[in-house]
């Protein structure tokens, strides 16, 4: 595992260096869902990291660069997890459908961490018995696209950043 000083002080804990870091036992102890879910997480990561990184000398964005940016940050926002509140398997499965689903993309930035606790207590609340009967198994085309929906409607409507 490799530590990042630079991602320390900007206060991501812990501070994996995704690009450097290798996982051996990681991807063979995840859960199948999980890791077809977060397969393409950690390029997607990766990526905004360097984006970000060449965005502080000052680069003009177009707007799919600056949609990119956005994304990197909920996917960060995201991976932040508060000390001494593991998440379950099924918060796990609802926040990487959200954010492979685009369902976070449009909150504005201050109430992220809200709904993403919305996200959380729906999974525990009203989606667990839905995901636990995926979590071994793929997830299909049809089961993505149930979860999807069923996370839209058991979330309130997204708060304007007022």
């Known amino acids: ?59 003009m964005l177009d707007e799919h660069t600056r949609r990119q940016l956005e994304h990197g940050r909920r996917i960060r926002a995201v991976l932040v997890q ?10 796990e499965v609802a926040l990487l459908v ?19 606790e919305e996200i959380r207590s729906a999974a525990r609340e009203q989606l667990a018995a839905m995901v636990q009967r995926v979590v071994d198994a793929a997830l299909s085309a049809t089961d993505r696209s149930a979860l999807r929906e069923a996370l839209r409607e058991a979330l309130p409507p997204p708060r304007t950043g007022g």
């Open 1 to 59: 595992m490799y530590l990042e000083p630079r991602l320390f002080n900007e206060g991501q804990r812990p501070a994996v260096d995704v690009g450097r870091s290798v996982s051996r036992v990681g991807g063979h102890a995840q859960a199948p869902l999980l890791a077809a879910l977060s397969g393409n997480l950690r390029l997607q990561y990766t990526q905004f990291l360097e984006l970000e990184a060449f965005t502080r000398y000052g680069a």
């Open 82 to 91: 508060r000390r001494f509140v593991p998440m379950r398997v099924e918060e």
């Open 98 to 116: 959200a954010l492979e689903e685009g369902l976070l993309d449009d909150i504005p930035s201050a109430l992220l961490p809200t709904r993403i």
